[in-house]
C-alpha cells in the first residue's frame, strides 16, 4: 500500500468517525423519545453500548406497559451488561421478567439477572448481600426453568456462589481457632461455625479445610480443658480424626492430623 492510498484512508475513517459523533450528539440533544429509541436499537446492533444506556435512560418510561416495553427493557440491560454495569443491568433484567412473565424475552432476562449478581459476587471477606440475591436469583431460574439450555452454566455458578460462602465460613472459623482462649474459648466457636458450613455447603470444595479445622480445634480445646472436662474432650479428638481421615486417607493435613490423634489417645484414661 502507498502511502497516498493510506493517507486517503486515514482521512476516510476520520470523517466517519467525525460523522458518527456528531450524529450521536444530535440525538442525544433530540427531545423526541421515538428517535433516540430508534437510534439507541441502532447503535446496539452495531455494539455500541455505552451508546445505548445513555440513549435509553430518558426513553424507558415512554414505552414502559407498552408493547415496546420488554424490549426496550431488555436493550437496556443487555447494553449496560456488556458495559460491565453488572448491577444495573441485573435491576433492568429483573425489572423485565417480573412485569413482562410472558414476553418470549423474560426467561433470558431471568437467567440474565443471576448472572449479572453472579459477576460482582464480592471476596469472601467482604459483606454477602449481592451473593445471596445472585444465589436467589439462579435458584429461582432453575426453578422455573428445568430444562433450559443454561443449566449446567447455572448450576457451576451456584456452586461457585456455595464455595465463594463456604471460604467466608472457613476465614471465620480460622479466626475464631487462631484467637484461642482470648476472652474466652473460641474454640467451641470455630468448630460450631465449620460445621454449620459442612451442613449447609456439604459440596463445597473447602470441605477438607473445613473438617481439619474441626480437628485441630477440638485437639487445642482438650488441651485447655480442666480435667473434668478433658478425658470427654479427648474422645471428641479421635472422633474429629476419624471423620478427616476416613473423607480424606491421604489428606494434605493427614500427618498432623495422626500425630494430634496419637497425644490424644495416650492421653485417654482406659
Same mark, same amino acid.
Given at each position: ?5 493510506? +493517507?486517503? %484512508? ?8 467525525? @460523522? ?20 439507541? &436499537? ?11 444506556? !445513555? ?12 408493547? !415496546? ?5 431488555? %436493550?437496556?440491560?443487555?447494553?449496560? +451488561?456488556?458495559? &460491565? ?47 445471596? @440475591? ?8 432453575? !426453578? ?7 443449566? /449446567? ?13 463456604? /471460604? &467466608?465460613? +472457613? ?7 487462631? +484467637? ?5 474459648? *473460641? ?8 460445621? *454449620? ?7 463445597? /470444595? ?10 485441630? @480445634? ?5 488441651? *485447655?480443658?480442666? !480435667? ?26 493427614? &500427618?498432623?492430623?495422626? @500425630? ?7 492421653? %485417654?484414661?482406659?
Amino acid at each position: 500500500m502507498t502511502r497516498q492510498a493510506l +493517507l486517503r %484512508i486515514l482521512v476516510l475513517s476520520w470523517l466517519l468517525l467525525t @460523522s458518527s459523533c456528531a450524529e450521536y450528539v444530535r440525538i442525544q440533544k433530540s427531545k423526541d423519545p421515538s428517535l433516540r429509541y430508534s437510534y439507541a &436499537k441502532k447503535y446496539y446492533n452495531e455494539g455500541k453500548y455505552g451508546r445505548v444506556a !445513555e440513549l435509553m435512560v430518558d426513553v424507558l418510561p415512554q414505552y414502559e406497559g407498552t408493547q !415496546e416495553g420488554a424490549q426496550a427493557l431488555y %436493550i437496556m440491560a443487555d447494553a449496560l +451488561l456488556h458495559n &460491565k454495569q453488572e448491577s444495573s443491568a441485573a435491576e433492568y433484567f429483573r425489572r423485565l421478567y417480573t412485569k413482562y412473565p410472558q414476553d418470549p424475552r423474560a426467561t433470558e432476562a431471568q437467567y440474565k439477572t443471576g448472572l449479572s449478581l453472579y459477576r460482582i459476587a464480592p471476596d469472601p471477606r467482604l459483606d454477602q448481600s449481592v451473593t445471596y @440475591s445472585a444465589l436467589k436469583e439462579l435458584q429461582g431460574f432453575l !426453578e422455573a426453568h428445568p430444562e433450559s439450555e443454561h443449566r /449446567k452454566e447455572v448450576e457451576q455458578m451456584l456452586f461457585d456462589l456455595q464455595d465463594n460462602l463456604a /471460604k &467466608k465460613e +472457613l476465614i471465620t472459623a480460622d479466626l475464631y481457632y487462631n +484467637l484461642g482462649t482470648y476472652l474466652g474459648n *473460641n474454640y467451641i466457636s470455630a468448630i460450631i461455625t465449620a460445621r *454449620n458450613a459442612l451442613k449447609a455447603y456439604p459440596y463445597t /470444595k473447602h470441605r477438607e479445610e473445613l473438617l481439619f479445622i474441626i480437628l485441630e @480445634s477440638s485437639y487445642q480445646q482438650a488441651m *485447655n480443658s480442666v !480435667e473434668s472436662k478433658k478425658q470427654g474432650r479427648l474422645r471428641e479428638v479421635i472422633d474429629a480424626y476419624y471423620n478427616y481421615e476416613n473423607a480424606y486417607p491421604q489428606g494434605k493435613y493427614i &500427618k498432623r492430623a495422626k @500425630s494430634m490423634r496419637d497425644r490424644a489417645q495416650r492421653m %485417654i484414661v482406659s
